[in-house]
Each structure stands twice: as C-alpha cells, then as structure tokens.
C-alpha cells in the first residue's frame, strides 16, 4: 500500500545534466588542443602530444556510454522523460565522437609514432606540421564540442513532443557551424605550410566576431520570445490552437462551424436548472483585516468577512442558489465550484464562462447538487492573488440519506496566508493548536482541503484511521493506516474517518507542527505531533470495484502532455515557465472532445516541482500512476498531484459540454501560464479575457 515518492527524479536529471555539462567542457578543451597541435614547438613534443591526445579522445568517447546510461535512467520513467535524449540529445554527439575515433586516433598515432633512431630533435617538419593540420585531426573534435553544446542547450529548453522541429532546428544549427568551421578549417594549410596562430588584433577581432555573432543569436531569440510573449489585451480563450489528439479531428473546419453546417452554441445555454432552491446562500466579497488565531493580522479579501468563507453544506439532489455580492473596494471577482461538475455557464471563470463581478455588482449561480463528499469554492478571477487573501470556503454535500447520527465533523482547510509576521501556515485560519472535546467512542471525520498552492503532509496521531473519501469520491472498503504520512495537493480533498479514542488525537500539518487540531475527551490534554511515517498512496488504497471504463476500454480520443519548465518570457517578463508540451498559455493547444466520447489522457512531468492538474466539470478516473496501474479502489479525481518524474494515465467521459478550465493548482502556475482549456466541438464563449476587458481567470 505505501510507495516512497518517485525515487530520485531530480538526482536523475541532474546526473545526466552533469555529464552533458562535463562531456562538453572536456571536448571544447580537447578540439583547441587539437587545433594547435600543428603548432607545437618542437618534433617531440608534437609526437608526444598527438600520442597523449589519441588516449584523451578515447577516453572522451567513453561520455557517449555514459550520457546514454543517463538517458537510459530517464528512460525508466516513461518515454517522455528521455525522448529528446534518444533521439537528438545523445545521437547529436555520438556521430562525430565515432568520427574521432575513426578518422582522428588513427592520424594522432601516426603523428606519435617514435622518430626514427638518432634523429635530431628540431622543429616539426613542415609535411609533419601539415599533417597535424589536416581537418581529420580537429575537426572532429570541434564537432563533438559544437554538438555537446547544442545536446547541452536541449537539456535547459526542454523541447516537448512533436520533437521533429527541435531535432531539425539542432541538426540544422550544427550543420551551420559546422559549414563555417570547415570553410576556416580548408584554408590553414597554404602552399605546404601552416598558417600561424592569429594574434594580437587578429585574434581580438577573431574573438569578437564570434562572440558578437552568438549574442545577435541569443538576443535576436530573446527578443522575439520577448514580444510575442505578451498576452493579447482581449481575446478569446477558443481563438488559439486546438488539437484534437488522436481522435477525429473537426468536422467543417473551413467553415468555422461544426456538426454539419450548424452554428456553435454559446456555452451560457449550459445554465443550472430553474425552479425553486432548496438552499440559499449569499456570499459577500468584502475587504477585511483579519486576525488568525495567533493575532498575526492578515490583508485579506474574504466572504462573509470570515477566512476561510463561511461553509456551504447542502443535501444531495437539492437545488443551490448562491448570490456572489461585491462589495470590495476595487476587486472584480467570481466564485468557482472546486470539484463540482456543475453546468458550465456556473462555472465562475472570468472571461470564460463569465464576466467578473464588479464592486458592487452581483451574480447569481444555480446548480444540483449531485456529488456527495468534500468540496470547495474559491474565487476564479486573479485566483492567484485573490485566493491567497482569502476568497475561498468550504462546500459540503451530504448523501440524500442521512448517514449515522452523532457523527462529529470538522471541515477543516490548509491554507498559506501572507500576515504582517510572513508566510503563515493555517489550518481554518488557526495558526496555533486547536484544542476540542471529543467524547470517547464518538464516530469522527475529518474533511481536509488543501487550500494552498503546494502540496502539504499531513499526519495523525493518537489512532487508526481510515481515508473514507478522496476528493470527495468515496473510497471502497477503506482498511485502517497506522502512523501514516498524507500528501494532500494543492486544491485536493481526503476525509479521515476514525473512532475517538479516550486518549488524544492530533492532526498535524507538518508545515507548522506547532499547531493543528488536537481533539481529547476533556479538550486538556496533550500529544506530541506525529513527524513522519510511511506515505499513504491512493491508487493502492481500498478493493476495487466496477467502473463504466477502465485501462481496456476502447477510447475515442486520446492526449499526450508534458508538464516542464524552460527559461522564457511571460507576458513581456523573464521568467523560468512552468509549460504544457512546451507552450504557456493562452497559446497550449485547447483539448477538443465531441460530447460523449471516452477520452484517455497521459500527463508526465518532467519538470522540478510538482503540479496538481485540475480538470473543470469532470472528474477523471486514474488508471495508472507512473507505470503501474492503479489496483485501489477506483480513484476519481478532479485534482492529480504529479510530483516531478511522476506520470499518470487518466480516463474520463465527456458528458458535460462547455469550455474548461485545465490548469495547474498552484495558482500561481496557473496564473504563469500553465493553463490549458478542454473544449467541445460546437460551443463557443461570449466572454472575453485580457487586461482591456477586467477578465483575468488565473
Ligand atoms: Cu480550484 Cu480552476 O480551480
Ligand atoms: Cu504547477
């Protein structure tokens, strides 16, 4: 049931970093040794050198072995983690390292060979100089530099499948130089002599030259990535790419209409139902300073003037009305169901499903609930900044039948706050222990929500529990973990289930083990935090049980994506990007699905920080995590946490037609870019996003 997290990615990538580092800096000294060798001063020391240079160069062929056993460890977990390596990193630099071996070792040692006996130690002769000029002794050599240097560049940009353009633009870079150094190469040898060393001058203006032409390169790059990075002031989300994976792809495109000629629907038809709520609530958007429990004061921006925002608990089946009012100084906002496969016009996304609701404005979101379990809301529009300060809640849905009486629930929400003390870690805004009475014997939940961007650990001490739900889908016959560390991601959810002991409880945030919530039969009482243990792992948790699809299915479409980072711009700034198959948006391709159809998504990340992808309006079922397959109970999330190295096989059905959002949870990601948008064919958005039009989701 426990699986450490993915071993070793980092260390990995960095071993295979390292040795293309080393490999290019031992063969950019090795082609200058080279290239002078024609200069040596004396006979002797041109034998001597060229003897030690051959060993060198067969030595510096071993890096080829070696960046491929690299490769091979990145390769073990899933292609995408090495197929720039297989395919262009590693064969970029192999094909001139086998030309050294083959083409200069042999000229190195016949120039090494001992002089014949008694012969005077002089200068090289002029033939023998030639001959250690001949192209076949460096320019080999300065090949394996150039192609170290471009296989070392591939590490830092990541390219992302297709890797057809990359391959041909790194073949095509290495040809160019090559060409160059060839050209330079043809003339050294002149009338049977070889042309000096430049110096002086020359040299400097050599110099110069060179570096003034990779710096027109760099900066002509940077310059154009620079521009076309900044954001369109107003555009729409279904104006960039799209792909359609491996299914078919539109059905007019040319027309720029779909299903046989029809119009696209807006997708604001896709409202809740109509009718009389069951419940009502209205959340007021307000500017507040507020205090956590500590006394550290938080700038905050809150609903209902309380962090986290009050809580929503409906019954299953019945209908919701809440009433988003604004009433902030200056802060258009929205309100998003985390979790909820709500109707896509309740969707609460700026500039997608709606407009942001201006100070003193109000909307209106209607919507069933039909999911039972844990949820959350939180504001959609500048969700980086705004759910930091505060605008989010808890939203819980209990089962149309009522479960056992005497249950004794505590909703509690991990959440990161900026307070005039720094960076708070809180649990339902308590950054001290939380002391609670729990008479023994009491039946106890715990629905966690990790409100933050990272991931956070949490434990409990004092009893077994069990996970009776995950991301608010219940868990099929969930066995008892003991001493058990939990990774909950960022925007994820579990409920622990457990049976109050007479002795203490402890739930701890391994952030800020200082605080936590400590439940006892008297609220005295104490219990040291629990700091560790083995860690839980979701997708081995529980029995199986039947699902509609599975790893067998036959799917109708199906998407490959990298998650990765690369240095760039963003929106005019310099950043290291946080990239979906390489793109940031709003230009990562949307993913197109017809409604109905079965589609598998494979996500790897490859990049150093993990990522909770969430998906809108759909909940996916995992099938596999890196390689294995899941043999849990089914797991359905609508939040995967893919650590770095990690890679997860994903099903879901499109059964609810709109636009959506397809971000990371770490909102500050989001808000950097990564973010992706699952479109179905026929719909479209009157919203438009971008700074002119106040809508920014992320
Ligand atoms: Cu919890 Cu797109 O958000
Ligand atoms: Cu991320």
Redesign the pocket.
Known sequence: MFEPSIPAYDDNFNYDFLVALVLLGYWAVLARRLHRLPHAPTAARLRRSSRRLALAAVIGALFVPARLVTSLVLYGYGWHFAADRLLIGVPVVALPVLATLVLTVPALRRLGAPAPQGAAETEPAPATRAAAAAPRVSFPARAVAVAGLVSFVMILFAPAPPLLLPALVSYAVLALVLVVIWRRHADRVHAGMVRPLPRGAARVRRAAVATGAVLVLIGGYAGWDWQTSKLPDDYRMTEHAMTYGTGPGPVDHAAHTHRAGLPDRPLTEFTGPAGKPDKRYTLIATDAKLKLSSGATVDATAFNGQIPGPELRVRQGELVEVTLVNRTADTPTTV?W??LDVPNAEDG?AGLTQNAVPPGGSHVYRWRAEQVGTY?Y?S?QA?STQVRRGLFGPLVIDPAQPGPAGVREFVVAAHVFDTDKGDTSTLNAADTLRPEAVAPGTPVRIRLINADNFRKYFTLAGTPFRVSAVDGGPVNAPTDLHRTKLMLGG?GRYDLEFTMPSAPVRLTDLAAVGAGLLLSPDGQGDLAPLTDGPEFDPTRYGSPAATPFGPDSDFDRSFDLVLDNRPGFYDGQPYYLWTINGHVSPHVPMLMVREGELVKVTISNRSFLEHPM?L?GHHVLVLSRNGHRATGSPLWLD?VTLLSGESYELAFRADNPGLW?D?C?NLTH?AMGMTMHLGYEGISTPFHAGRATGNT?E
Request: aromatic letters at 6%; charged letters at 0%.
């Open positions: 998003h985390h979790g996304v959350w939180h959609h969700s925007g969430h809108h939040t959002m971000h949870h989001a989701p």
